[in-house]
């Protein structure tokens, strides 16, 4: 009968023992990677971007991406093709967008989200953290 507790007992702290293993193991290393900083990113700075929009006005962007790893930056500006295609969706963006869309806060953040989730579709290596607007005129 006491072998019987005994062995009882036993099984309970390894069964425990164990699922408290799975835990950190499944778990906790999860949680240490999103606490963790973001990768550190270079710039690929494209060059100005000077259109006619939707409803006839004019719109010239400077629209640099965030890139992770950092030498992602190199091997992209090295890509004429991949460069050209990065221009076109942009260029096609913009020229879908009216003056009203471009000049609001909200319209701005919008293309700039799906700036970055198109250039994200293009470059398959890596990461496009950002994109940023360097400079942003609509008249």
């Given at each position: 009968?006491?072998?019987?507790?005994?062995?009882?007992?036993?099984?309970?702290?390894l069964l425990i023992g164990g699922a408290a293993g799975a835990?950190?193991?499944?778990?906790?290393?999860?949680?240490?990677?999103?606490?963790?900083?973001?990768?550190?990113?270079?710039?690929v700075e494209l060059a100005p971007f000077l259109t006619n929009?939707?409803?006839?006005?004019?719109?010239?962007?400077?629209?640099?991406?965030?890139?992770?790893?950092?030498?992602?930056?190199?091997?992209?500006?090295?890509?004429?093709?991949?460069v050209a295609r990065l221009r076109d969706k942009i260029l096609?963006?913009?020229?879908?967008?009216?003056?009203?869309?471009?000049?609001?806060?909200?319209?701005?953040?919008?293309?700039?989200?799906?700036?970055?989730?198109?250039?994200?579709?293009?470059?398959?290596?890596?990461?496009?953290?950002?994109?940023?607007?360097?400079?942003?005129?609509?008249?």
């Open positions: 009968m006491k072998n019987k507790k005994l062995l009882i007992g036993l099984a309970a702290v835990y950190f193991f499944l778990f906790a290393s999860n949680e240490a990677d999103e606490d963790a900083p973001p990768e550190p990113a270079a710039l929009i939707a409803d006839q006005h004019k719109a010239r962007i400077e629209v640099a991406l965030a890139v992770a790893p950092l030498g992602l930056s190199e091997e992209i500006a090295a890509d004429p093709l991949l096609t963006m913009l020229a879908a967008r009216t003056y009203e869309e471009l000049s609001s806060p909200a319209g701005k953040e919008g293309l700039r989200e799906k700036i970055r989730a198109a250039a994200q579709e293009i470059i398959t290596e890596g990461e496009v953290q950002e994109a940023l607007f360097v400079d942003f005129v609509v008249q």
